[in-house]
């Protein structure tokens, strides 16, 4: 491989890993809003839950209760992809930052 052709492949290297840091960014922005989202959309549906006469209480006490399941489930899981995420953001940062610094030995970015 040519030395241009290193530094053309060490740059598009460079690029796709600030892609891939900037995609975890927005990936976080995400799993955040989605946390918010099912926390608002659980405290407003508890809120009308407990508004409701007893009879139709009573008739939705099934579907209430794997309803807060799944929500559960699925904020436990967000919860922790969120937990598992700095790691891989800090992985992604050091790959821009090494790939950055081959680029600058090969003269290009």
Same mark, same amino acid.
């Given at each position: 491989m040519s #030395? @241009?052709?290193e530094a053309q492949a060490a740059y598009f290297a460079? *690029? @796709?890993a600030r892609e891939e840091h900037d995609l975890l960014a927005r990936y976080e922005e995400y799993l955040r809003a989605e *946390?918010? @989202?099912l926390r608002r959309t659980s405290? +407003? +549906?508890l809120a009308l839950r407990v508004s409701a006469p +007893? #009879? $139709?209480r009573r008739? &939705? /006490?099934a579907s209430d209760e794997a309803l807060e399941e799944v929500v559960a /489930? @699925? $904020?436990a899981l967000l919860e922790d992809e969120l937990a598992r995420l700095p790691a891989r953001v800090a992985a992604a940062a050091a790959y821009v930052t090494e790939c950055e610094r081959t680029s600058r &030995? *090969? #003269?290009r970015g």
């Open positions: #030395g @241009r052709d460079l *690029l @796709r *946390l918010q @989202r405290a +407003e +549906e +007893e #009879g $139709t008739a &939705l /006490r /489930r @699925r $904020t &030995l *090969l #003269g």
